[in-house]
């Protein structure tokens, strides 16, 4: 099943077929419904998920020992997971809401799961509005209910419970990420004006049971920061979050920070399980490079930096027959736009992807037989584009559109950038948010 929508229009050369090759391997293996079918299951009343962490036990609860049974998805690709999980519940499911960017396009409808949107990076009303439902679901429980919650990717800026959360919330997302503050940092903050992450979801549904299932865009996949952690004792403080506005120059102004709950008897009915993360995608990318007859590399499933930067020393670096693979986040700082000048349209990846042609626009020689990909895992690049491909061909359309990556670079113009030549790569909305997937191959 093919996840890339352009990839007729992208393979121009045999070694960008492979690339992009790759690209769909990584698809597959976190594509929300396959996942989901294949390692949750009923039986007897008795739900199983599979966990593929060597270090942690399948997960079983018997349906049959709770009177009702709700469900809630939050995140990028959540209402897709959770129409998933709800047919796999069947009879057994009470009533459940997802909250994502976008309805999946079904064409039947499940009566008792409500799928609400909002809006991403930035929240509006709409999330508030979402949240809200959400919360009275889950209010009032007892200590027969049981909540299953899949927690996805975007979850942050989704999931906000109060007027007050939202005017605080987008102020700290505009500051920071302007200020090139990372995502530990972000959604530190993000908790300490927060009513539902930082474990206040967990405090709401207590004294049910809560088994939460996550999909990771966290680097090093720490649980307590996917989604900002709604359902996880936080260890982050209010003086850590002043510190962190205190580093980056923000004003409290319009701010109130508050401490997460930090009471044990809140989490102690809480099961947190990592269901999929980059490595599922990073793997799967791996063993098809070697089946293509790459010699496949996995440099880092943390990878941290500044985006235009992030491949140039691959690149530069990369020996004959290897294929590099890489996992992460990148940052796209914006504050150095020069004075005068609005940034252009982009994302981290499409950046990452004008980072390496800006580098090797005066000498092109340095990328040939070299195609370079970074892509977002959830289709989404801040944009309707999922990432870019940069090598020798894409160099070349551009001079040949009268266009500098240079320039556009100086800008943060990559979508335009790549837009124009007809780089960017296009795919169909249907895996889970493992944040960002990064590689570049070279031929013999």
Known sequence: MSHIKNTKKLAKTALRKKALQIVEAGYAAIEIQTAI?????????????????????????????????????IGKGSALATVAVARVLGKHLTKGIALDVEKPNFKFKISNLKLLTGTHPLPSPKNVAATQKIMHMVRDLNTDDLVIVFMCGGGSALAVASDDELQASTTVFKELTKAGANIIELNTVRK??????????????????????????????????????????????????????????????GISLKETPKEGRYFKNAKNVLFVSNSDAVRAMADMAKRLGLKAKVKTLIFEGEAKHAL???????????????GGETTVTLSDVPAGKKPGKGGRNQEVALGVIAACEAMPER??????????SDGHDNSDAAGAIADGYALKAAKRAGQSAGEALALHASFSFFEKSGNLIQVK??????ADLMLVIRGE
Do not use: Q
């Open 312 to 326: 140039v020393p691959i690149v530069r670096t990369i020996k004959k027959g290897e294929a590099i693979l890489l």
């Open 37 to 73: 079918k294949s390692r949750i299951t009923v039986a007897k009343g008795v739900l199983t998920v599979r966990v593929f962490d060597k270090k942690a036990e399948d997960v079983r609860i018997d349906l049959n020992d709770y009177k009702r049974v709700f469900l809630v998805g």
């Open 367 to 376: 990328l040939a037989d070299i195609v370079a990909i970074s892509y977002a």
């Open 429 to 434: 909305n249907k895996s889970f948010n493992v």
């Open 192 to 253: 300490h004006v927060s009513d539902i992450k930082g474990g206040n979801l967990a405090k709401a549904i207590h004294p049910a049971t809560l088994l939460t299932l996550m999909a990771s865009d966290v680097i090093g996949n720490d649980m307590e920061m996917i989604a900002s952690g709604p359902t996880i004792l936080d260890t982050t403080t209010k003086a850590g979050a002043e510190a962190i506005l205190k580093k980056y120059g923000v004003s409290k102004k």
